[in-house]
């Protein structure tokens, strides 16, 4: 059966979220089972050399990176999540490359000024530095969601799935959204999706 590594807690909330968009039986392997750091990053490393997490396992075959994870997910379960077009599907590519190298970086540095970091330990000029930088791609996706309510075509797909899972980090970014309503309520219509409802509860 078809695996999924890493806490839900994580970047792996990505992959997790996207299984159960496809609606496909999958074992969550969270890490849990082992108790230290070092413990849980040999286990990992076993499976993916650079020993991060999320990591897919596919049979035989293993995969990393999350947004690869999403779209092979897409490419072979979840044909209604990735249209049959080829400008769609380079406008998927698109995103969920934005995703990472836009919203990503400066999303987890504002999450280490502003909720790891403990106070007196802060580096205000960096803070200030990726405040400034997470502006332009949010108001990308603002303008862009004005005129529609998916990122590409009529319906959800993988696009919204793959920026959408990685705008969740806002919340331990502690970075406001309210100026940007249109991306806004793109959100709470991707995030009130039972699966990522369903991805995203903890298991009793
Ligand atoms: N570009 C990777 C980033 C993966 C990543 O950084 N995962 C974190 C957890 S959220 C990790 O495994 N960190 C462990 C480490 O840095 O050793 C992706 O999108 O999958």
Redesign the pocket.
């Given at each position: 059966m078809l695996k999924i590594y890493?806490p839900a807690r994580?970047?792996?909330s990505?992959a997790l979220w996207m299984a159960e968009e496809c609606g496909i039986p999958f074992e969550h392997e969270d890490l849990t089972r082992y108790p230290t750091m070092p413990e849980k990053?040999a286990a990992?490393r076993e499976i993916n050399p650079?020993?991060?997490?999320?990591v897919l396992v596919d049979g035989d075959f293993v995969l990393?990176?999350?947004?690869?994870?999403n779209l092979y997910l897409a490419r072979k379960h979840g044909r209604h999540l990735w249209p049959s077009g080829e400008q769609d599907q380079a406008k998927i590519l698109q995103w969920s490359f934005f995703a990472?190298t836009e919203l990503?970086p400066p999303l987890v540095e504002l999450m280490v000024e502003r909720t790891f970091r403990k106070e007196g330990e802060r580096n205000a000029a960096n803070e200030q530095k990726h405040a400034e930088s997470v502006k332009r791609p949010l108001g990308v996706l603002e303008g862009h969601l004005a005129d529609q309510p998916w990122l590409v075509g009529p319906g959800f797909t993988v696009a919204d799935l793959n920026v959408a899972s990685v705008l969740t980090m806002a919340a331990g970014a502690k970075q406001e959204l309210t100026d940007y309503p249109h991306l806004l309520a793109w959100l709470k219509r991707c995030q009130d999706r039972p699966a990522y409802r369903k991805a995203t509860t903890p298991k009793a």
């Open positions: 890493g994580s970047r792996s990505r990053s990992v650079i020993g991060k997490i999320p990393s990176e999350s947004m690869a994870i990472v990503d």
